[in-house]
C-alpha cells in the first residue's frame, strides 16, 4: 500500500467543494431528524437513535465514485504510474483511501449521533447496540468500496455511478420478477413445474446481487462465535477479494494515454 | 527497497530485472484467494439452494451434539405437571435472524442450555403451530411467533399449572409483582409487561420499555414478559432464562392490604370481614391483584374491613387427576360451599351478625372498589332465592323478601 496515494486521495476530496458539501449534509440530516424526533416524541429518550449501518454506503458512494476512473480519463493515471508502483499496489491503496475515509466519517457520524442519545440518557453510552453498527459500518465501507473501485476500474470518469444505478435497476426488476414468481400463478398454474426452478435461479441471483452491494456482516452473531455465519463471511471474503483481483486484472489490460475519452 | 521498471508488460529495460519488478505485475496470489473463496462461497450458496436440510446438517457437525434436552410437545404437558417445572416453548424458524442465532450458539452455549436442562421443560415448536393437538396448543395457537404472518424467533415460559389456560393467562401472572418489588439493581430493565401495574416500577430502570431497536434492524415490539422475542447477547436470554423461572415459582403478589389469617375467621370483630377468593395466577387474578390490593384499593379494604386472602390454585380439568392432594390443600371448597361463591375471583362481606353477601367483578374488575362500597352500603343480600321460596315483597330498588326469611334478594 502506497501512503503518498492514499493521501492524494484525500486532498483530492477536499479540493472537491461539491463532495465536502454533500459529506455536510451527510452528517447534519440525521442529526436534524432525529432532533425533529426529540421533539414530538416522548419516549425518544429512551432510545439510542443511530442512523441504521445501511447508511455506510451513501459515504463510501460519495468518497468513491470516479475514484480510478477519473484519474483514467483526465490522464493523472499516466502520470502516477512514472513512479515506482505497481497497479495491484495503486488499486490498494485507492480501496483502502476510500474506505478507511469513509468508514472514518461513517463511524465519527454514528458517534456524533450517539453522544446526543447518550447526553439525555447516559445509560446508553455502552451499549453493544451502538459498537454492533459502528463495526457494520466499517464492514460496509470496506466491502462496498471493493465494488466501487472494481466498477470504477472498468469505466472511464464517474460512468461508475451510472453502472452502479443500472445494475440496482436490474436488481429491481429481478426483485419483482422473483416475487412474481413465488406468489399465485392463476392461469400459469400448469406451467408450475418450469417457473418454480426458475423462481430459485433469480432467488440465487437476487442473494448475490444483495451480497455485492450490501455486503454486510453482523456483529452479535460473531461475538456468539455461530458457525452458521462462516459462510456470510466467506461471501464478503470472496467479494472483496474478487473486485479488488478484477479491478487489478482490467487495470493491466489497459493503456494509460493522457487523456482517455 | 524495491525498484520498479516501466517497461511494457515487464519487458526487460536492459537493467538487473531481479531488482526491478514490473509496474503490471499480476498479483497471482490475490487471483487464487478470489477464486478460490468465489468458488467456495457460490459451492455453498448452491448446496444451501438445492438441498438446505443437508446443507444445514453439515454445518452443524462443526457444531457438536445439541445440549438442551428437548421434549416432544405431546409429552410436554404431562412431564411438567410431574416435574412441577415451567414449559419452556421455543419457537425457532430457519432464515430468521434470532431463530438462527439461537439454535446455532445461544441456546447451545453451556449456561444456557444447563439453566434450561434444569429449570424447564423444552419443547421445539419451530412454527409448527397447528399441527400439535395437546394440551398447549391453546397456546401455541395464539402465540404471536407462529402466527403465519409474523414467524420468527419466541421463547415463552409456560407454568406447569397454567397448562390448558390460554394465552392471555400465560402472559399475565400476579407473581409478575414480586418481581417488580424488587430492588431496582436487581432488575434488568428489557422487559415489558401485560400488566399495566408493573410498568411505573420498572421504567425508570427499562432501557427499552415500548421500545423497539432504533437502527431498523428489528421493528418488534421488545419483549413481553415471560416471552423474549428478540435478544442482542447471549447474556440477555441467560437473564430472561433465569427471571422467567424466578416469577414462576414466586408467591403470589398480596399488595399493601393488611390481610388476616384464616383463624381470625371465627374471631369476632367490630368490622366487617372481607373473605377474598383469588386464583393464585392468570389473567383475572392479575388484574384484581392490581386493583384492590394496593394503593386507593388497598386503603379501602384496610379501613372497611376485616382482609382474609384465600390463594385458590387454580382449577384446570385436565390437572384434576394429578393433583388431588395440592388440590384438597388448596381450593378451599368447603368455605366457598358455605358462602355460596360461585365462581373466581369473589369476595364475601360478612357481617359480624355473620350475614353474608357476595361481591364478585361483573361489572369489570376496574369497577371493583365501587362494587365493594355499595355493596357494603346495601348490606346482606342473597345471590338468588333458594329453590321452592316464595318472593313476598319487592321494594322499589328492585330488593325482594322472600317468605320463611329475613334476608332480601334482587
Same mark, same amino acid.
Given at each position: 500500500?502506497?501512503?503518498?496515494?492514499?493521501?492524494?486521495?484525500?486532498?483530492?476530496?477536499?479540493?472537491?467543494?461539491?463532495?465536502?458539501?454533500?459529506?455536510?449534509?451527510?452528517?447534519?440530516?440525521?442529526?436534524?431528524?432525529?432532533?425533529?424526533?426529540?421533539?414530538?416524541?416522548?419516549?425518544?429518550?429512551?432510545?439510542?437513535?443511530?442512523?441504521?449501518?445501511?447508511?455506510?454506503?451513501?459515504?463510501?458512494?460519495?468518497?468513491?465514485?470516479?475514484?480510478?476512473?477519473?484519474?483514467?480519463?483526465?490522464?493523472?493515471?499516466?502520470?502516477?504510474?512514472?513512479?515506482?508502483?505497481?497497479?495491484?499496489?495503486?488499486?490498494?491503496?485507492?480501496?483502502?483511501?476510500?474506505?478507511?475515509?469513509?468508514?472514518?466519517?461513517?463511524?465519527?457520524?454514528?458517534?456524533?449521533?450517539?453522544?446526543?442519545?447518550?447526553?439525555?440518557?447516559?445509560?446508553?453510552?455502552?451499549?453493544?447496540?451502538?459498537?454492533?453498527?459502528?463495526?457494520?459500518?466499517?464492514?460496509?465501507?470496506?466491502?462496498?468500496?471493493?465494488?466501487?473501485?472494481?466498477?470504477?476500474?472498468?469505466?472511464?470518469?464517474?460512468?461508475?455511478?451510472?453502472?452502479?444505478?443500472?445494475?440496482?435497476?436490474?436488481?429491481?426488476?429481478?426483485?419483482?420478477?422473483?416475487?412474481?414468481?413465488?406468489?399465485?400463478?392463476?392461469?400459469?398454474?400448469?406451467?408450475?413445474?418450469?417457473?418454480?426452478?426458475?423462481?430459485?435461479?433469480?432467488?440465487?441471483?437476487?442473494?448475490?446481487?444483495?451480497?455485492?452491494?450490501?455486503?454486510?456482516?453482523?456483529?452479535?452473531?460473531?461475538?456468539?462465535?455461530?458457525?452458521?455465519?462462516?459462510?456470510?463471511?466467506?461471501?464478503?471474503?470472496?467479494?472483496?477479494?474478487?473486485?479488488?483481483?478484477?479491478?487489478?486484472?482490467?487495470?493491466?489490460?489497459?493503456?494509460?494515454?493522457?487523456?482517455?475519452? | 527497497?524495491?525498484?520498479?521498471?516501466?517497461?511494457?508488460?515487464?519487458?526487460?529495460?536492459?537493467?538487473?530485472?531481479?531488482?526491478?519488478?514490473?509496474?503490471?505485475?499480476?498479483?497471482?496470489?490475490?487471483?487464487?484467494?478470489?477464486?478460490?473463496?468465489?468458488?467456495?462461497?457460490?459451492?455453498?450458496?448452491?448446496?444451501?439452494?438445492?438441498?438446505?436440510?443437508?446443507?444445514?446438517?453439515?454445518?452443524?457437525?462443526?457444531?457438536?451434539?445439541? %445440549?438442551?434436552?428437548?421434549?416432544?410437545?405431546?409429552?410436554?404437558?404431562?412431564?411438567?405437571?410431574?416435574?412441577?417445572?415451567?414449559?419452556?416453548?421455543?419457537?425457532?424458524?430457519?432464515?430468521?435472524?434470532?431463530?438462527?442465532?439461537?439454535?446455532?450458539?445461544?441456546?447451545?452455549?453451556?449456561?444456557?442450555?444447563?439453566?434450561?436442562?434444569?429449570?424447564?421443560?423444552?419443547?421445539?415448536?419451530?412454527?409448527?403451530?397447528?399441527?400439535?393437538?395437546?394440551?398447549?396448543?391453546?397456546?401455541?395457537?395464539?402465540?404471536?411467533?407462529?402466527?403465519?404472518?409474523?414467524?420468527?424467533?419466541?421463547?415463552?415460559?409456560?407454568?406447569?399449572?397454567?397448562?390448558?389456560?390460554?394465552?392471555?393467562?400465560?402472559?399475565?401472572?400476579?407473581?409478575?409483582?414480586?418481581?417488580?418489588?424488587?430492588?431496582?439493581?436487581?432488575?434488568?430493565?428489557?422487559?415489558?409487561?401485560?400488566?399495566?401495574?408493573?410498568?411505573?416500577?420498572?421504567?425508570?430502570?427499562?432501557?427499552?420499555?415500548?421500545?423497539?431497536?432504533?437502527?431498523?434492524?428489528?421493528?418488534?415490539?421488545?419483549?413481553?414478559?415471560?416471552?423474549?422475542?428478540?435478544?442482542?447477547?447471549?447474556?440477555?436470554?441467560?437473564?430472561?432464562?433465569?427471571?422467567?423461572?424466578?416469577?414462576?415459582?414466586?408467591?403470589?403478589?398480596?399488595?399493601?392490604?393488611?390481610?388476616?389469617?384464616?383463624?381470625?375467621?371465627?374471631?369476632?370483630?367490630?368490622?366487617?370481614?372481607?373473605?377474598?377468593?383469588?386464583?393464585?395466577?392468570?389473567?383475572?387474578?392479575?388484574?384484581?391483584?392490581?386493583?384492590?390490593?394496593?394503593?386507593?384499593?388497598?386503603?379501602?379494604?384496610?379501613?372497611?374491613?376485616?382482609?382474609?386472602?384465600?390463594?385458590?390454585?387454580?382449577?384446570?380439568?385436565?390437572?384434576?387427576?394429578?393433583?388431588?392432594?395440592?388440590?384438597?390443600?388448596?381450593?378451599?371448597?368447603?368455605? %366457598?360451599?358455605?358462602?355460596?361463591?360461585?365462581?373466581?375471583?369473589?369476595?364475601?362481606?360478612?357481617?359480624?351478625?355473620?350475614?353474608?353477601?357476595?361481591?364478585?367483578?361483573? %361489572?369489570?374488575?376496574?369497577?371493583?372498589?365501587?362494587?365493594?362500597?355499595?355493596?357494603?352500603?346495601?348490606?346482606?343480600?342473597?345471590?338468588?332465592?333458594?329453590?321452592?321460596?316464595?318472593?313476598?315483597?319487592?321494594?322499589?330498588?328492585?330488593?325482594?323478601?322472600?317468605?320463611?326469611?329475613?334476608?332480601?334478594?334482587?
Amino acid at each position: 500500500m502506497n501512503k503518498a496515494i492514499c493521501a492524494t486521495t484525500w486532498r483530492e476530496f477536499k479540493a472537491n467543494k461539491v463532495r465536502c458539501s454533500i459529506l455536510t449534509l451527510l452528517f447534519l440530516l440525521p442529526v436534524a431528524f432525529y432532533t425533529l424526533v426529540r421533539l414530538n416524541w416522548d419516549n425518544a429518550y429512551e432510545v439510542d437513535m443511530i442512523s441504521p449501518p445501511i447508511i455506510a454506503l451513501a459515504y463510501t458512494l460519495l468518497w468513491s465514485v470516479g475514484v480510478i476512473g477519473r484519474e483514467v480519463q483526465n490522464g493523472t493515471i499516466g502520470l502516477v504510474f512514472t513512479r515506482p508502483i505497481t497497479i495491484a499496489n495503486y488499486v490498494v491503496s485507492k480501496w483502502f483511501a476510500v474506505s478507511f475515509a469513509a468508514a472514518i466519517c461513517s463511524v465519527q457520524a454514528g458517534v456524533i449521533e450517539h453522544l446526543i442519545s447518550s447526553f439525555y440518557n447516559p445509560s446508553l453510552l455502552f451499549s453493544l447496540e451502538f459498537f454492533s453498527n459502528c463495526c457494520e459500518r466499517v464492514f460496509i465501507c470496506f466491502g462496498f468500496a471493493a465494488v466501487m473501485v472494481m466498477l470504477s476500474s472498468l469505466v472511464s470518469g464517474m460512468k461508475d455511478i451510472a453502472v452502479l444505478a443500472g445494475f440496482a435497476l436490474l436488481w429491481g426488476i429481478t426483485n419483482m420478477i422473483g416475487g412474481m414468481l413465488r406468489s399465485d400463478l392463476g392461469i400459469f398454474n400448469q406451467y408450475a413445474n418450469v417457473i418454480y426452478p426458475l423462481a430459485g435461479l433469480v432467488d440465487l441471483y437476487n442473494k448475490m446481487m444483495m451480497q455485492a452491494f450490501f455486503p454486510s456482516l453482523s456483529i452479535e452473531p460473531m461475538l456468539d462465535l455461530n458457525f452458521l455465519y462462516l459462510p456470510a463471511i466467506l461471501n464478503y471474503g470472496a467479494l472483496v477479494t474478487a473486485c479488488l483481483a478484477s479491478s487489478i486484472f482490467l487495470l493491466n489490460r489497459k493503456e494509460f494515454s493522457y487523456a482517455a475519452d | 527497497m524495491q525498484q520498479i521498471s516501466r517497461g511494457p508488460q515487464g519487458a526487460s529495460t536492459g537493467r538487473d530485472t531481479k531488482k526491478y519488478v514490473s509496474m503490471r505485475k499480476q498479483p497471482l496470489w490475490l487471483y487464487r484467494s478470489a477464486c478460490l473463496l468465489l468458488a467456495l462461497s457460490g459451492a455453498m450458496m448452491i448446496f444451501e439452494r438445492v438441498n438446505a436440510t443437508a446443507y444445514y446438517d453439515t454445518l452443524k457437525l462443526l457444531l457438536g451434539p445439541e %445440549r438442551v434436552e428437548w421434549v416432544p410437545v405431546k409429552d410436554a404437558a404431562a412431564r411438567a405437571i410431574a416435574l412441577k417445572k415451567p414449559i419452556l416453548l421455543v419457537n425457532m424458524v430457519r432464515n430468521d435472524y434470532y431463530s438462527d442465532r439461537a439454535e446455532w450458539s445461544v441456546i447451545r452455549d453451556g449456561h444456557n442450555a444447563d439453566i434450561i436442562n434444569q429449570h424447564y421443560v423444552p419443547v421445539r415448536v419451530d412454527g409448527d403451530a397447528l399441527n400439535n393437538a395437546s394440551l398447549l396448543s391453546p397456546i401455541i395457537n395464539e402465540l404471536p411467533f407462529t402466527n403465519n404472518y409474523n414467524k420468527g424467533f419466541g421463547m415463552l415460559a409456560i407454568p406447569y399449572k397454567l397448562i390448558g389456560a390460554n394465552y392471555r393467562d400465560v402472559m399475565s401472572t400476579d407473581n409478575i409483582f414480586e418481581i417488580c418489588n424488587l430492588p431496582n439493581d436487581q432488575v434488568n430493565g428489557d422487559y415489558d409487561f401485560y400488566s399495566s401495574g408493573c410498568a411505573a416500577d420498572l421504567s425508570p430502570v427499562s432501557k427499552s420499555f415500548h421500545a423497539f431497536n432504533w437502527s431498523g434492524r428489528v421493528m418488534r415490539r421488545a419483549k413481553f414478559f415471560p416471552a423474549l422475542y428478540w435478544f442482542e447477547t447471549s447474556g440477555d436470554v441467560s437473564i430472561f432464562l433465569d427471571r422467567a423461572y424466578k416469577w414462576h415459582t414466586g408467591k403470589p403478589y398480596r399488595g399493601t392490604v393488611h390481610w388476616q389469617p384464616e383463624t381470625s375467621l371465627t374471631m369476632e370483630a367490630s368490622k366487617p370481614k372481607l373473605l377474598t377468593f383469588v386464583p393464585d395466577c392468570g389473567v383475572e387474578s392479575d388484574q384484581l391483584r392490581n386493583q384492590l390490593f394496593k394503593d386507593e384499593g388497598a386503603t379501602l379494604v384496610n379501613q372497611k374491613f376485616l382482609p382474609v386472602l384465600f390463594d385458590v390454585k387454580r382449577e384446570n380439568e385436565e390437572l384434576k387427576i394429578n393433583r388431588i392432594e395440592e388440590r384438597a390443600r388448596g381450593d378451599y371448597l368447603d368455605l %366457598r360451599k358455605t358462602y355460596k361463591v360461585k365462581q373466581l375471583p369473589a369476595m364475601v362481606i360478612v357481617w359480624p351478625s355473620g350475614q353474608s353477601r357476595v361481591v364478585y367483578c361483573d %361489572r369489570g374488575i376496574y369497577n371493583i372498589k365501587e362494587d365493594l362500597s355499595e355493596a357494603l352500603q346495601a348490606g346482606p343480600l342473597w345471590e338468588s332465592a333458594p329453590e321452592g321460596d316464595t318472593v313476598v315483597k319487592c321494594s322499589h330498588d328492585g330488593l325482594c323478601r322472600i317468605k320463611g326469611h329475613n334476608h332480601f334478594s334482587r
